[in-house]
């Protein structure tokens, strides 16, 4: 892999960790379930970076399994998306990864290609992370705007053998003229897959 993306996991590892440790400035809202939605400025953004938090009473193992491999799954579970699907394995920790989400009305599609990796954290627990990827000889060719992960981040923590902390982090620019309000009206799409995934989870 080259270089400036090892950098690039590395800075958004980083960022990630960085807002997963903010106590203050986050708005609580919608609770779903198990899992709960927090927002907040971020920097110089008008979007808001969604901060999605979730106890699921599911092994640690279960829950990387089906956010860093079960792309058939993460599909099923989002009523958005048109199609999720790795590209290349890059190695054992790394793949790369596009993903496209349906248009709506008089908003056209987005697709996103990234790059995925995830890492062991110092608590026993998992980080998976995603940075964009310009283009890609394999990639799916569509008529779908390109969008930006500014920030895509997901950390898991053993609570128990069998219960698990998922945090996800998410601020993404889909590029083109849709206003920031419309966009993060969305976030609560985002806290509704994530509660949809538990029972996917289950079944590993």
Same mark, same amino acid.
């Not at 990630?16 to 903010?22: D, E, I, S």
């Not at 008089?106 to 062991?120: E, G, K, N, P, T």
């Given at each position: %892999?080259?270089?400036?993306?090892?950098?690039?996991?590395?800075?958004?590892?980083? @960022? *990630? #960790?960085?807002?997963?440790? %903010?106590?203050?400035?986050?708005? =609580?809202?919608? @609770?779903?379930?198990?899992? @709960?939605?927090?927002?907040?400025?971020?920097?110089?953004?008008?979007?808001?970076?969604?901060?999605?938090?979730?106890?699921?009473?599911? =092994?640690?193992?279960?829950?990387?399994?089906?956010?860093?491999?079960?792309?058939?799954?993460?599909?099923?579970?989002?009523?958005?998306?048109?199609? &999720?699907?790795?590209?290349?394995? +890059?190695?054992?920790? !790394?793949?790369?990864?596009?993903?496209?989400?349906?248009?709506?009305?008089?908003?056209?599609?987005?697709?996103?290609?990234?790059?995925?990796?995830?890492?062991?954290?110092?608590?026993?627990?998992? &980080? +998976? $992370? =995603?940075?964009?990827?310009? #283009?890609?000889?394999?990639? *799916?060719?569509?008529?779908? $705007?390109?969008?930006?992960?500014?920030?895509?981040?997901?950390?898991?923590?053993?609570?128990?053998?069998?219960? !698990?902390?998922?945090?996800?982090?998410?601020? %993404?620019?889909?590029?083109?003229?849709?206003?920031?309000?419309? $966009?993060?009206?969305?976030?609560?799409?985002?806290?509704?897959?994530?509660?949809?995934?538990?029972?996917? %989870?289950?079944?590993?």
């Amino acid at each position: %892999m080259e270089a400036n993306y090892t950098a690039q996991l590395d800075q958004q590892v980083a @960022t *990630v #960790t960085k807002v997963a440790a %903010m106590t203050e400035g986050w708005s =609580k809202g919608k @609770t779903l379930g198990s899992s @709960t939605l927090y927002t907040r400025k971020y920097e110089k953004y008008d979007l808001l970076l969604a901060r999605i938090e979730t106890i699921a009473d599911v =092994k640690l193992e279960s829950c990387v399994k089906y956010f860093n491999e079960d792309f058939e799954a993460q599909h099923k579970s989002k009523d958005n998306s048109d199609f &999720i699907q790795e590209i290349e394995k +890059i190695d054992a920790t !790394t793949k790369v990864v596009q993903f496209k989400l349906k248009g709506k009305l008089m908003v056209s599609a987005r697709d996103f290609l990234c790059v995925q990796q995830i890492r062991d954290q110092p608590n026993g627990g998992k &980080i +998976i $992370v =995603k940075v964009n990827l310009p #283009t890609h000889a394999k990639q *799916v060719k569509n008529d779908a $705007v390109r969008g930006e992960c500014v920030i895509n981040g997901n950390i898991f923590t053993p609570i128990d053998a069998n219960k !698990t902390k998922i945090e996800s982090f998410y601020l %993404m620019d889909p590029k083109g003229s849709i206003p920031a309000s419309l $966009v993060n009206t969305q976030m609560e799409k985002q806290l509704e897959a994530q509660e949809k995934a538990i029972p996917f %989870m289950k079944k590993y």
